[in-house]
């Protein structure tokens, strides 16, 4: 296996995003990675070798729900209401808005979608189907962006520093007999914010980091 180039942090233009569940990268500036001393397999990892990784993320366990989702009757409502019971995923995220605001947001992935809910006012802000989505962008960069991208409706950009987890989730539970989500590594992707709005995510690698812009097209 290839030996991966570690120690770098994120940094964004203009703004600073706030210290959201930040991880220590280490000081190795390589490390091999052994998949035998966690519990993912390659096959979970359908961009292993692909993605810069965190030395941080190489060997972390995957817990599912991070938050403990039956702890909170609010979000049981949420998706009992929408014949939802089975959790694969909950964390905090960023959420990025259309104007290039982020909000904190709790992210719940089923078996049957995804859900947004706001943690402040404990309200739904967004469902997306899991069969609606047609792809995940992310760069090849050490970052906490993923971008999901729904044709039919406007595209979801996020922060996570478990993004690796929430890939690949999202690629175990859209897998069927036709396939699965495609996951795609580019340092540039455009990204539907709304209908009508277009705007591209830029990644460069710098000293002692990755630069991220957030243009709008």
Do not use: C, W
Request: hydrophobic fraction near 40%.
């Amino acid at each position: 296996m290839e030996r991966l180039r570690m120690n770098r942090r994120v940094q964004i233009d203009e703004s600073q995003p706030p210290n959201h569940d930040a991880v220590d990268d280490g000081d190795d500036n390589s490390l091999r990675m052994r998949l035998s001393e966690n519990n993912v397999t390659e096959n979970q990892e359908p961009f292993m070798g692909v993605k810069v990784r965190r030395k941080a993320s190489l060997h972390r366990e995957y817990k599912g729900d991070y938050i403990d989702v039956p702890s909170h009757p609010y979000l049981m409502k949420v998706m009992e209401k929408q014949g939802d019971n089975r959790v694969l995923f909950a964390d905090k995220v960023l959420k990025f808005t259309a104007t290039g605001k982020m909000k904190r947001r709790i992210l719940l992935i089923t078996d049957f979608a995804i859900y947004l809910v706001d943690p402040d006012t404990a309200a739904l802000k967004r469902r997306i189907a899991l069969a609606a989505v047609e792809k995940l962008s992310l760069s090849e960069l050490s970052d906490n962006f993923l971008a999901i991208i729904i044709p039919y409706e406007y595209d979801l950009l996020m922060a996570s520093t478990r993004k690796t987890e929430i890939v690949t989730v999202l690629v175990e539970a859209t897998k069927s007999d036709s396939g699965q989500v495609e996951v795609v590594f580019s340092n540039r992707f455009e990204y539907n914010a709304t209908s009508y709005l277009v705007k591209e995510v830029q990644f460069e690698e710098v000293e002692g980091g990755v630069k991220t812009r957030i243009l709008t097209r």
